[in-house]
């Protein structure tokens, strides 16, 4: 949105945003605090699969130790479920329970794309039936539209197993999400795995005080695109007198918390290696705050992200691990003092995850 007050607001130009970022994200210098008080701050940890959410935390918490994350998923403090974005994240449960409702709407919507699949099903009675079937034990989706066959033989199986998904809170129990075990997806209802009914949505200000707090400073449809929502501009209106507002290089406005860090744009960036899906990468409609523009799309494959790393504040290559090597991409050349502070940070990584060993740490060739 761009008229006369936001044409007069202070800019801030991309380094400024970028530091702001990092600042809000814990990766701007580590923090000291829980892995739990660390995923409620985040709003969760995007967690397609089980690592992620590991590597998450290892690159903005200092003292992390894998274990922390994994007792707090076995003593169900945390939990694995589809919430923004239609994606899997880490949540809190508190926060399960409370922004699950929030982003409703838009699981609602995405189930309208597979209406043809579901002619003839209620699908208030397939709520029904899937809760009792995942409450009676966890179940594979698999398993569950297998199940939910039987009750609807002529519908698409596909189509099925999503509804039930997005008609319910389903969470993935443990062993899956356990750091260094294996276990497939099963899935029961939050309120049947954390007994506790859930929650209702919070009010939307409150969610955008918190979206700002770990992702601003924020346009509306920065935070629309974090969340998978529409129609928010009314509820920063609302909020907007208590909120700063500012500016970006492309004259788009942005809204902050006024208390909220906005380091100098100079202040030093360390290397960071970030998981696949970090969400550092995902909740803004205007990436550039990270992702240089002529690097648009280098961090992905078709629908698979690959692991990235940052220096100075930017994305800056890709990074695979096989066995004890651990492969440095980068996007273009790095100073000699840029690779030895990456080869330190990816040596802390290692250690932090995988604990201490030999560690072949490579550079490949700069990508094409």
């Known amino acids: 949105m761009t008229n006369k007050a936001t044409q007069t607001a202070p800019r801030l130009g991309t380094d400024a945003l970028n530091r702001a970022t990092l600042a809000r994200q814990l990766l701007l210098r580590r923090a000291s605090v829980s892995a739990h008080d660390a995923v409620e701050h985040l709003l969760g940890l995007q967690a397609q699969n089980v690592q992620p959410p590991y590597y998450a935390l290892a690159a903005r918490l200092e003292g992390f130790a894998p274990e922390r994350l994994s007792t707090l998923m076995a003593d169900r403090a945390v939990v694995r479920i589809v919430t923004m974005r239609s994606t899997i994240h880490t949540h809190t449960a508190q926060d399960c329970l409370t922004l699950r409702p929030l982003v409703q709407p838009a ?3 995405e189930l309208n794309l597979f209406r043809k699949g579901l002619a003839g099903v209620d699908l208030d009675r397939l709520a029904a039936v899937s809760r009792e079937l995942v409450e ?7 398993q569950l539209r297998e199940a ?8 698409d199986p596909f189509a099925l197993g999503l509804a039930a998904r ?5 969470v993935q129990v443990t062993p899956r999400g356990l750091w260094g075990r294996s276990g497939q997806v099963a899935l029961t209802t939050a309120e049947h795995w954390l007994g506790r009914p859930a ?4 009010a939307p200000e409150t969610v955008v005080r918190r979206y700002l707090a770990a992702f601003g400073p924020a346009s509306v449809k920065d935070m629309q695109t974090w969340a998978g929502l529409t129609r928010l501009r009314e509820v920063f209106e609302r909020l907007r ?12 406005e942005l809204f902050d918390l006024p208390d909220a860090p906005r380091p100098d744009p100079k202040t030093p960036a360390p290397p960071r290696l970030l998981p696949e899906f970090d969400n550092l990468l995902l909740s803004h409609a205007d990436r550039s705050r990270v992702v240089p523009p002529d690097l648009k799309g280098r961090s992905w494959q078709g629908n698979q992200a690959y692991r990235t790393f940052l220096v100075d504040g930017f994305l800056a290559g890709i990074w695979k691990l096989d066995a004890d090597v651990l492969t440095l991409e980068p996007f273009d050349r790095l100073t000699e003092r840029q690779r030895d502070d990456l080869v330190e940070e990816a040596g802390r990584t ?19």
């Open 107 to 109: 699981r609602e919507r």
């Open 148 to 155: 939910l066959l039987v009750e609807w033989p002529d519908a």
């Open 199 to 202: 929650e209702p949505a919070p």
């Open 166 to 170: 997005c008609r319910l809170p389903l």
């Open 241 to 252: 007198p208590e909120l700063l507002t500012f500016r970006d290089d492309n004259g788009t």
């Open 136 to 142: 009676a034990e966890p179940r594979t989706l698999k």
């Open 350 to 368: 290692l250690r932090t995850l995988h604990g201490e060993g030999s560690y072949d740490i490579r550079f490949a060739a700069v990508a094409a």
